[in-house]
Every structure is written in C-alpha cells, then in structure tokens.
C-alpha cells in the first residue's frame, strides 16, 4: 500500500513556512496548540471564504491573527459588523474559552498575565486578489456539491468560472494548452457516493504536473468535507504553483 505524507507538513522549514508562529515553554506548549484550534475553528465557523489563517504570538498575552481571503469587500465577509467589533467579539471568546478551561490545564499552565487581562489582540484580513489557492477551488466544489450538482458539472463550472479555461471535453491539445498561465499543475479528488450511488469511490482530475516528492516545489494543499443527503464527500486540491530555491546553510 502507498505511504500518503501531507505536502503541506512534509516541506514545513524548507519550502513552506508554519501557519502558526509562536515559541512556548514545555508547560504552556498544549495550551497555545488548542488555543490555536479553538480560535481556528471560530474563524470557520463564522465565514466560509476564509482561506488561510495565521497565528503569530511575540508577546506575552498578545495574539496577532492574519485572514486570507479572496472576498473584496468586508461588508461581505464580515456582515454587519466593523473590523473592530468583529476583533473585539474574537477578543471575547478567547477570554472565556481561558477562563473556562482553567480546571483542565492546571494553574502552572497559565501565566498571569492571561488569566486576569484578556488578550491583546490584533487582527488584520488581507486579499489574495486574483491568486489562486486549493482552499478557495475546495470550498467553491464544496458549494456546488451540497447543491446536489453532479460532481463532474461542479468540476465543468470550476474551469470556466474560476479558472477561466475551457472544459477538459472542448481542448483539443490537453498537454500545450496549460490550465491557468501562472501555475503548472492541478489535481482534484472527490471521493464518497458520488452523485448518490451505493457504493462509494474516489474520482480525480489532474492538469500539468504535480511532483509530490520534490521539496522545492510549492504545493498548496486543502482538503474539505461536504454534508450531502447521501452523506460525506471529500474533497482535496493540489496545486504546484513554484519551484523555490533552498539555501544550503
């Protein structure tokens, strides 16, 4: 059987940087790792368009959290709330979830500072613009599955709207003409009861090349799941955007 590595973890300090940038004590260490996933998980909950999150702590108390994402407009991705109430509602919850999980970690897992103040936070949304990332492509094929759109059609409407290419059917060369100008490699899996059948399997799609093994290539990776009647469908996006140089210390 075939050994599956994450692309993502398995070029971590070579080619690709941690989404979470923090040092912490052995003691404090658990805590800041579900804090992290706890505050990830109330940035999804909250908007679907969020296509990368970071977290990065320098100070004592203070959480500093970067949101990519492709939506223009903040009215949009935030809804009726400023930049500074949707902070402050964050800022919040942060603060109840330390106080509430106190009995858990032990009172040596908690400095001071954070159990009486709440948390210094800064919260910054920058947009993509037009780069394409496998988060974005994952969560629009994630739409039109749960709107019980046939998984090839949802693959058809992601050529033409997203990537503004014709459909794999209407090229006639699939090797010379690429599938987007700035990238060279594309795969798609979807796997469960496709379009309601009994028996589950995994279709995939793959344009250009996509060399999984080599460290230096930047692979951008996402995989989503989505709630049907017929059950869970999982989708996964590569994209092999660059081959980046590692500097030999």
């Known amino acids: 059987m075939g050994q599956k590595v ?3 973890g398995f070029r971590l300090g070579l080619s690709q940087n941690h989404s979470s940038l923090w040092f912490a004590q052995k003691n404090h260490y658990s805590q800041f790792v579900l804090e992290d996933h706890f505050i990830r998980q109330i940035l999804l909950k909250y908007s679907k368009n969020i296509d990368q999150i ?3 702590r320098q100070y004592a108390n203070h959480i500093e959290i970067i949101i990519y994402t492709k939506e223009r407009k903040l009215r949009h991705f935030l809804g009726f709330l ?3 109430e949707f902070s402050n509602l964050i800022k919040e919850k942060i603060y109840k979830y330390r106080q509430s999980h106190q009995t858990y970690f032990g009172n040596r897992n908690f400095c001071k500072d ?16 037009s780069q394409l990332n496998g988060s974005f492509i994952a969560q629009f094929l994630v739409d039109q599955l749960e709107k019980r759109t046939p998984y090839r059609a949802a693959i058809n409407k992601l050529y033409e709207r997203v990537l503004n290419s ?7 060369d699939r090797k010379k003409q690429r599938f987007h100008p700035k990238y060279d490699g594309l795969k798609i899996q979807i796997s469960g009861r496709l379009n309601g ?4 399997r995994s279709e995939w799609v793959r344009e250009g090349r996509l060399p999984l093994q080599t460290l230096n290539a930047h692979i951008d990776y996402s995989f989503k799941k989505a709630s049907t009647i017929y059950g869970i469908l999982g989708v996964k996006v590569w994209i092999f955007k660059e081959l980046k140089k590692i500097e030999e210390n």
């Open 197 to 200: 059948v009994e028996i589950a």
């Open 54 to 56: 970071k977290i990065i």
């Open 6 to 8: 994450h692309p993502i």
């Open 166 to 172: 014709k459909k794999r059917s209407e090229r006639k």
């Open 114 to 129: 954070q159990k009486e103040e709440p948390p210094l936070l800064t919260l910054r949304i920058l947009n993509l613009g």
């Open 82 to 84: 400023s930049l500074t």
